[in-house]
């Protein structure tokens, strides 16, 4: 969403993100996550596990690594709205028995899809009629 938002914006402009931005969160990149189910299948583990990347990050610095990356110049307004929890701890002690690792941490991870959705982002505003 974030990705999104920043695409979306103009050089120079603004995005709104819910909250002050100091919610901790941790983001893990899809082909991390589908190794990780793959894995977890192929092992004998039954029960829950947690998947996930162990970088853990506020809000406010995953917006600005999607800016950085973006190469644009943006704004960024606090606003209301639902935050979740304030941070999220969680262990991966169990999928790490099956050998995963988390391999693609954020800056890489958002390097990889920004491009992407801001293609997306294009092609939409082309379909768009005047």
Avoid at 32 to 42: A, F, R
Avoid at 95 to 118: D, N, Q
């Amino acid at each position: 969403a974030i990705c999104r938002k920043v695409a979306e914006a103009e050089d120079g402009g603004a995005i709104e993100v819910w909250g002050d931005g100091r919610a901790v969160r941790s983001y893990t990149y899809v082909d991390d996550m589908v190794d990780g189910i793959y894995g977890l299948m192929q092992s004998d583990l039954e029960g829950p596990v947690n998947i996930g990347c162990p970088q853990y990050v506020t809000v406010d610095e995953l917006v600005q690594t999607v800016i950085k990356l973006s190469g644009k110049r943006i704004n960024v307004g606090h606003v209301d709205g639902p935050v979740g929890v304030q941070s999220r701890n969680f262990s991966n002690a169990r999928i790490y028995s099956t050998g995963w690792r988390a391999r693609v941490f954020l800056e890489e991870g958002i390097a990889r899809t920004y491009p992407w959705i801001e293609a997306q982002v294009r092609a939409a505003r082309s379909t768009v009629a005047p």
